[in-house]
């Protein structure tokens, strides 16, 4: 390991000093403009990662999501496609820290520390697997990340190029579950289109579908303008039905439309149709099924119209209880009762959807902080099948061992037709789903053949309960970090005194509920309403805005 590098290697490809990096919801993320540093480092400490899991293949994304053009950012993956363990965050944030504002002796004293407290072996050689989404800046950011890979730490590099986040994530896993063999330089993009169009394919055919109109017209599809466009078009080919499938807003090669007024981010919190819709009338009919991607295709919401043209959303709410629904049909069929099915959600849920899940669906459920992080770490403790989704769609499904167990000798014992078929259902259901990590793809697909088994249309899935109106906004404050919460982010500690200014206001309202926190991607301060009518809801946003201004100014 020639940390000695450091430096030279350093001078070639970065030049941002005296910057201050934060770890956010989901890793770095900043303007492009100042990210080389962060970049370089980010380098050094997945090689550190993969070294301490003995070199098995850590992944890292560069992608900001959601977030304008101009932004970008870095994630790292685990060698299972989980996202990085949380006491590696502080890791890498002070690293990037270090360089970026002392000398480069602290920087390699750090990494030397480091490799002693956590008793890495410095002889392991690290595999890292890297992908980047379709901003004009990845590439030359792709290159800081590399930079110090060979040179340092003569690791084995398995580049990707252009690919979604979930789809790094899947391959990550499936490079390290396979090392023994297929060589990883053979592991490419079209592993993860088979393994999904199979798993797909053999759902449906368990119960002879071949029409999907009983569901919808067309399905259409809604980009972002990102690297979910390519992706998927080229995933369609190994559907059955492909010709139902349209495409808007997938100008992946005009980085700067990306986010514009699509994706699932615009269509979540502004309520109504991205751009591209309107374009062609013939997109516009309540029989379709529409959905949105975001800018890295981890994220997906879907909608609908009715004949008098109105918007109506499904979110990442909407998603998790129609999953549950027909899973828990599913156990009961099977009668497989002690099999824990819940759901995990966040503040953002929407206030419905919880008491729906709790007192009709009767599936517990469990509240998070913001961040995939935490629900997964919660789908994953907490239950066999643990649904979790962020409002704004990010979610996935999680199948324990006992799920599998059970599943599986329910299967071999019983003699029942309905019992074996609802038993092949759940264990083909879970192949659909990718369950490293919340993927548009995968998710599309476990809900497209939901509503088919379902034979239910998108007006039918939303009937399931009515979304109190509701309200996302945020405020551009001088210093965000002073917004500290508690309670899973529902409460405000600091400033001081402020949330009882809210409760006080929030009580006025009939089914007032409201909160506020510092976002972990953008910087900015966000404020979520929501109460049973939406003029009150309206007011109540802007006056809580109010007391935020007045409070920073
Ligand atoms: C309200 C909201 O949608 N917040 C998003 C957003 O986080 P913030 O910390 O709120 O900026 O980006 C995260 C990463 O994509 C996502 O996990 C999260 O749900
Ligand atoms: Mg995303």
New binding site residues.
């Given amino acids: 390991m020639q940390l000695e590098l450091l430096e030279s290697l350093f001078d070639k490809t970065c030049k941002t000093k005296n910057y201050t990096y934060t770890y956010?919801?989901?890793g770095f993320r900043d303007k492009a403009a100042v990210l080389d540093t962060v970049m370089f480092t980010t380098g050094i400490i997945a090689s550190l990662r993969s070294m301490s899991h003995q070199g098995k293949a850590v992944g890292v994304m560069i992608t900001a999501?959601?977030n304008p053009p101009m932004d970008n950012g870095v994630k790292i993956i685990e060698p299972d496609g989980s996202m990085l363990s949380q006491s590696w965050e502080s890791l890498a944030t002070n690293l990037a820290n270090i360089t970026a504002n002392e000398n480069f002796l602290k920087s390699i004293e750090f990494i030397k520390n480091l490799i002693i407290s956590l008793n890495i072996d410095s002889n392991i050689i690290p595999s890292i697997v890297v992908g980047m989404d379709s901003r004009e800046s990845s590439p030359r950011l792709m290159n800081c990340l590399l930079s110090t890979l060979s040179p340092i730490f003569n690791a084995k590099i398995i580049n990707h190029n252009m690919l979604t986040t979930p789809q790094l994530h899947f391959l990550t896993a499936y490079q390290n579950e396979n090392c023994n063999i297929i060589p990883a330089e053979k592991i490419t993009v079209n592993q993860y289109d088979t393994n999904f169009q199979t798993a797909f394919n053999d759902l449906l055919k368990l119960y002879e579908i071949k029409n999907f109109n009983n569901c919808f017209n067309n399905l259409i599809v809604d980009c972002a303008n990102g690297i979910g466009a390519p992706q998927f078009e080229n995933f369609i080919k190994g559907l059955p039905q492909s010709n139902l499938i349209k495409f808007i807003n997938n100008n992946y090669k005009h980085p700067d439309t990306l986010n514009n007024s699509c994706g699932a981010d615009f269509v979540k919190t502004q309520q109504k149709l991205p751009a591209g819709v309107n374009d062609d009338p013939s997109l516009l009919t309540d029989s379709n099924l529409y959905c949105s991607f975001d800018g890295d295709a981890d994220r997906i919401i879907f909608y609908y119209i009715d004949q008098t043209n109105k918007f109506h959303l499904l979110d990442g709410d909407k998603i998790a209880t129609l999953f549950a629904k027909f899973l828990k049909k599913l156990l009961l069929l099977a009668n497989l009762n002690d099999i824990k099915l819940g759901i995990v959600q966040t503040a953002?849920a929407n206030g419905s959807s919880t008491t729906y899940v709790s007192n009709t669906l009767n599936v517990p459920v469990s509240c998070t902080k913001?961040?995939?992080k935490h629900l997964h770490h919660e789908a994953q403790t907490a239950y066999d099948i643990g649904i979790y989704f962020?409002a704004?769609g990010?979610g996935t499904i999680l199948f324990s061992n006992n799920f599998y167990s059970k599943v599986q000798s329910c299967l071999e014992i019983t003699k029942d037709e309905s019992i074996t078929k609802a038993c092949k259902t759940l264990l083909a259901f879970s192949k659909v789903i990718n369950q490293t990590v919340g993927d548009a793809i995968a998710d599309l697909l476990g809900v497209v053949a939901t509503l088919l088994i379902s034979e239910m249309k998108p007006y039918q899935w939303d009937q399931q309960y009515t979304d109190l109106p509701n309200l996302?906004s945020k405020v551009i404050v001088p210093d965000r970090n002073v917004f500290k919460t508690t309670d899973q982010e529902r409460k405000l500690t600091s400033p001081p005194g402020l949330q009882n200014k809210m409760d006080t206001l929030i009580n006025k309202i009939e089914m007032g509920r409201a909160f506020v926190r510092a976002?972990?991607?953008?910087d900015a301060v966000?404020i979520y309403c929501e109460g049973k009518n939406a003029e009150d809801v309206k007011k109540l946003s802007k006056d809580i805005e109010a007391l935020i201004m007045a409070e920073v100014n």
């Fill in positions: 956010g919801t989901a999501s959601h953002y913001t961040g995939v962020e704004n990010h996302l976002s972990g991607t953008e966000r």
